[in-house]
């Protein structure tokens, strides 16, 4: 058992990525179970000072939606002059129902909102490097998401959200790369499961195995407080 009312220490952050409706059921690129983390996230975030939400926003004709490429169908990939894209369905576009919060996600005027994905040419799906790996997408006030959380004192992240193997996973290997311990909470988050091309695997079972290289951890959120080194009753 865990203590309901327990804080997680003060360097360590809650990053919520892409809990909008387009990657739940019913949206324009559905995750199984998408919306079952919600719950989850929400009893979460109280036990947070800090708290980053992240929203994937495209502009219409986007350069990651399949429809913007001749000939090409979505989840096939595309050579970008940055590497290789995956193509998506259009979604997350600006204005759209799909670009929302899920609308059970509590949302705080104190949590830090950072959108991404916003450069017509250019995919993003961390909040911390856009696919480039380069480019930084930028808060309202011009500063990055590592700008941010160093100067609130930050050093640990707590990953939820969507997807686990795309924008989740991604903002857990740019957190490592720019010096922040990563914990994923892997209730609180679902996989695309995009079969590899070799056949081999999928990109569940890939990002598990990067993460695990990268020294992040993945726990349930019944054993976070444990992970983070919270006293236990
Ligand atoms: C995402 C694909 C395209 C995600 C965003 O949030 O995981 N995946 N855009
Ligand atoms: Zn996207």
């Not at 986007?62 to 940055?82: I, L, N, Q, R, W």
């Amino acid at each position: 058992m865990t203590n309901a009312n327990w804080t997680a220490p003060a360097d360590t952050a809650l990053i919520i990525v892409d809990a909008q409706n387009d990657f739940c059921p019913g949206g324009a690129l559905a995750v199984d179970g998408g919306d079952e983390i919600i719950p989850v996230v929400n009893a979460l975030r109280d036990h947070f000072n800090l708290v980053v939400l992240t929203q994937d926003k495209h502009p219409s004709g986007h350069c990651s939606f399949a429809s913007s490429h001749d000939g090409k169908a979505p989840f096939e990939t595309v050579e970008m002059p940055y590497g290789t894209q995956v193509l998506w369905p259009d979604h997350c576009e600006d204005g759209s129902e799909g670009v929302k919060f899920h609308k059970d996600l509590i949302v705080q005027d104190t949590d830090l909102w950072l959108e991404k994905g916003t450069h017509q040419d250019i995919d993003s799906y961390s909040g911390f490097y856009e696919n480039d790996q380069k480019t930084q997408p930028r808060f309202a006030n011009g500063k990055t998401l590592t700008e941010t959380l160093n100067d609130a004192g930050i050093t640990r992240v707590v990953l939820t959200g969507l997807a686990y193997d795309f924008c989740v996973g991604w903002h857990g290997l740019d957190a490592v790369k720019d010096g922040f311990e990563v914990v994923v909470v892997d209730d609180a988050t679902r996989a695309i499961g995009m079969p590899t091309e070799d056949g081999q695997s999928d990109s569940k079972q890939d990002m598990d195995a990067q993460l695990a290289q990268n020294g992040v951890k993945v726990v349930s959120a019944a054993d976070l407080p444990q992970t983070l080194g919270v006293p236990q009753p």
